[in-house]
């Protein structure tokens, strides 16, 4: 929720601070006061555009902040970008621009970017000006209206489901038309694939096989110089005169002849000890790997025949001897797949497989937007008749497609028929910019009442522009509208004022308005206006109540200035009791 927006050299405005609260808040004034000012400064602070003209005349810079309760939705990202949480739960976004049109952004006082305060604002605000309702012409938005009112676009959700099974569809019949389309040359791939694998298949080389050839292969090529080699070690330390085991044992038994003279040389007679018995353990081990190491020509003869099978496949497919297991599995991989793309009836039966899961999830699709379309079509037709649209029906048809397509089975259309008797005809064709804001507000109204809890500035999100709408799960919680009431009165304003009032229930509603109408209906009323200082025009804006608000509304209204404020002062009673009983609902 926005709690505050100061303002320092924008425009027309000096130095101004408002501080606002729940619930639907109006911003009146004359023509030329600067109320939309307030408005762009709140879009500057949120990323929007700016450039060198916001700047009042005289000063060096414009300076916007916007202080908000900082919505869980954006916890995450802020961590995500270090711009760490102020105390209080409270979120601070602040814009310079100086004359030069340079700007500069901070969120919570580190620097961001414009991007990043777009992003964040996201998450914050809807602004929707007299124009932003066009898009319920668009099928696009108007489905995403339908599919929220339905409660599909939840995440895993059906509409999930539904786009899941389409993907896998669209990609088997991309698989299916690939392997037709290059048929002849997957064969020949699939045959010289088949070829090398069979003559790897032949040498069969095992993953460690290369190692464990060249090392049984240098044994048994140099098995006399190794035989040679153990009997001459056995000769030195047992056999040979002076030999190391007669040498170390006379050595100990020296040592031993004098230990009672000196218990020092105890340690030094120990290890001679030992060092004769570990002589003795090599000269055994020696003696029984002569005993087994006989010569053995034939074993030579297959491992030199192994070894030249391998070099040679190696050779032919310039591959490292090493490298031929890994490269067998990888050419057995490759046929495989070859093998899979080639089996075009399993294709086939694969895309009549996703297809069926994809009609079956469409079919879900179909029977929700069914039921939300009879209950919003119903919900809002009520509604029409106090819009000025007595005896007119809304409708949501759905509209058969001929071909599947990645959205549904059906798309969505809004029809309407602005009087008694009359044909609902799509939106297009017949509602004027006028009706589109009245139709959108009781759309706006009427479906964020629905029963899983979806907050009203979601679905205003998508009726207002649905390629801004946030996610189902982050719907923003405050809308603000910039006079998106012109051209419309009497009781129409008063209806128009009721359903401001339902929406200010669900989410903070800040409105710019010249409706005395609905005006009169807000729980919050400031007033702008501009008055010369130091010789410049300068403007204000100030929380009104009592006498002063009920003056502002006899404004609004025109007229004498005493009739004016009687019947401003009925009109506050009769809003408070008929607003109030609009907002139970």
Not at 267 to 289: F, I, P, R
Request: glycine content about 10%; aromatic content about 4%.
């Amino acid at each position: 929720m926005l709690r505050r927006l100061s303002l320092r050299d924008v425009v027309i405005v000096a130095a101004l601070e408002i501080e606002l609260a729940e619930g639907f808040t109006v911003l009146t004034g004359e023509t030329g006061a600067g109320k939309s000012i307030l408005v762009d400064a709140l879009q500057l602070a949120l990323g929007g555009r700016g450039d060198a003209a916001v700047v009042r005349e005289g000063a060096s810079r414009a300076e916007v902040g916007a202080e908000f309760d900082a919505p869980a939705a954006l916890a995450s990202w802020l961590d995500a970008n270090a711009f760490a949480s102020e105390e209080g739960g409270t979120l601070l976004l602040r814009r310079t621009i100086d004359v030069q049109g340079r700007s500069r952004a901070w969120i919570n006082g580190s620097p961001a970017t414009l991007a990043q305060l777009r992003e964040a604002a996201e998450r914050l605000v809807e602004i929707h000006g007299q124009h932003a309702w066009q898009s319920l012409t668009r099928p696009a938005a108007v489905r995403a209206l339908l599919d929220a009112e339905a409660g599909l676009d939840g995440r895993g959700g059906p509409l999930d489901a539904m786009h899941d099974a389409w993907r896998v569809w669209r990609d088997a019949l991309a698989a299916l038309a690939d392997a037709r389309a290059h048929r002849d040359g997957a064969e020949r791939e699939r045959e010289r694939l088949a070829w090398q694998v069979a003559e790897f298949d032949r040498l069969a080389p095992g993953a460690e096989e290369w190692d464990s050839l060249n090392t049984e292969h240098a044994r048994l090529a140099h098995g006399q110089a190794l035989l040679d080699a153990a009997h001459a070690a056995i000769a030195a330390l047992t056999e040979d005169e002076g030999n190391a085991g007669a040498a170390l044992a006379r050595a100990g038994s020296a040592l031993r002849d004098v230990l009672a003279y000196d218990p020092d040389l105890r340690g030094v007679a120990d290890l001679l000890d030992n060092a004769v018995a570990q002589v003795e353990d090599a000269a055994h081990t020696l003696g029984s790997y002569v005993g087994c190491r006989e010569p053995d020509p034939e074993r030579l003869a297959e491992l030199d025949a192994r070894l030249a099978a391998w070099v040679g496949l190696a050779r032919r497919h310039r591959r490292a001897p090493a490298e031929l297991p890994a490269w067998l599995a990888r050419c057995k991989e490759e046929l495989r797949a070859l093998d899979a793309a080639a089996d075009l009836e399993a294709l086939e039966r694969s895309v009549g497989d996703a297809e069926r899961r994809w009609r079956t999830a469409a079919a879900v699709v179909s029977q929700g937007r069914r039921r939300a379309a009879a209950t919003l079509a119903d919900a809002v037709s009520s509604a029409m008749q106090s819009l000025g649209m007595a005896g007119g029906r809304f409708e949501v048809a759905l509209l058969a497609q001929s071909e599947p397509q990645a959205f549904g089975a059906e798309n969505v259309e809004l029809r309407v028929a602005g009087h008694a008797g009359s044909t609902p005809r799509p939106l297009a064709k017949v509602a004027s910019g006028g009706e589109l804001s009245r139709l959108a507000l009781a759309i706006a109204v009427s479906a964020s009442g629905r029963a899983d809890g979806a907050g009203a500035a979601e679905v205003v999100g998508r009726v207002g522009g649905a390629d801004a709408a946030p996610p189902a799960d982050q719907a923003v919680p405050t809308l603000v509208f910039d006079e998106i009431d012109a051209g419309i009165g009497g009781r129409v304003a008063d209806s128009v004022g009721r359903l401001m009032k339902q929406l200010g229930a669900r989410a903070q509603v800040l409105a710019v308005t010249h409706l005395a109408q609905v005006a009169a209906c807000a729980d919050h009323h400031f007033v702008v206006a501009k008055a010369p200082h130091g010789g410049r025009t300068l403007a204000d804006a100030a929380l009104v109540d009592g006498a002063a608000r009920v003056a502002e509304l006899a404004r609004m209204l025109g007229g004498e200035r005493r009739s004016g404020t009687v019947h401003a002062e009925a009109m506050l009673a009769s809003a408070s009791a008929g607003c109030s009983a609009g907002g139970r609902r």
